[in-house]
């Protein structure tokens, strides 16, 4: 009630991140495509490129998810933006371990349960095809560029540390732009 009457964006950006995290099963790659009807599709917020970079600048850091999240409240609404956004994307997730982890065990031992939990990932899964689609097409895509995404999806296949492809892929990028 309070973020409604500081501003009703803020009122907004909160529920908007608890939105996010609350219906994002499966870590914070899952999260994005919530994040993008969100921020993208509904509110029109950022555009697709925008949103492309600040989950790039995720991806690269710690905590992904609420590295972005902090990026697009600070885009949006400055550093109180930021904190807010930071704040409410991680609290349900902090709630929900808080009161299933004492149950946890009991719970899977249920069929149904398993169920409910499988079904939500399944959901995420095309989520997540969508938005890997909605990336695909935001790319300049030229040789170089899909060589990159090639050698990406091997070494990923092959369990090389994300780590790794990262920094050949920052390292092969800087090279072609001094060619």
């Known amino acids: 009630m309070a ?23 499966g870590g914070g790659l899952a999260s994005m495509p919530i994040m993008y009807h969100e921020l993208v599709d509904l509110y029109g917020w950022f555009d697709a490129k925008t949103f492309m970079d600040g989950a790039i600048l995720g991806q690269v850091t710690p ?12 885009m949006h609404f400055g550093i109180w933006g930021s904190l807010l956004a930071t704040i409410y ?5 902090f709630l929900i ?6 149950f946890f065990d009991r719970l899977r031992k249920y069929p149904q349960f ?6 939500i990932l399944c959901s995420f899964v095309g989520l997540l095809v969508v938005v ?4 695909t097409i935001g790319i300049h895509w030229n040789l170089v560029n899909v060589l990159l ?8 296949v092959r369990q090389v540390n994300v780590i790794w492809i990262v920094t050949g892929g920052i ?9």
Not at 114 to 119: A, D, H, S
Not at 132 to 135: D, G, W
Request: charged share 5%; hydrophobic share 60%; aromatic share 18%.
């Open 97 to 102: 371990l808080m009161g299933v982890i004492p």
């Open 132 to 135: 890997t689609y909605r990336f």
């Open 149 to 156: 995404a090639l050698a990406a999806f091997v070494l990923l």
């Open 114 to 119: 398993n169920k409910i939990i499988n079904g």
């Open 3 to 25: 973020l409604y009457i500081l501003g009703s964006g803020y009122f907004t950006l909160a529920t908007i991140m608890l939105r996010i995290d609350l219906f994002s099963f």
């Open 171 to 179: 390292i092969v990028s800087i090279l072609i732009q001094w060619l």
């Open 89 to 93: 994307v991680f609290t349900p997730s």
């Open 63 to 74: 905590g992904s998810i609420i590295i972005a999240a902090t990026f697009f409240g600070y």
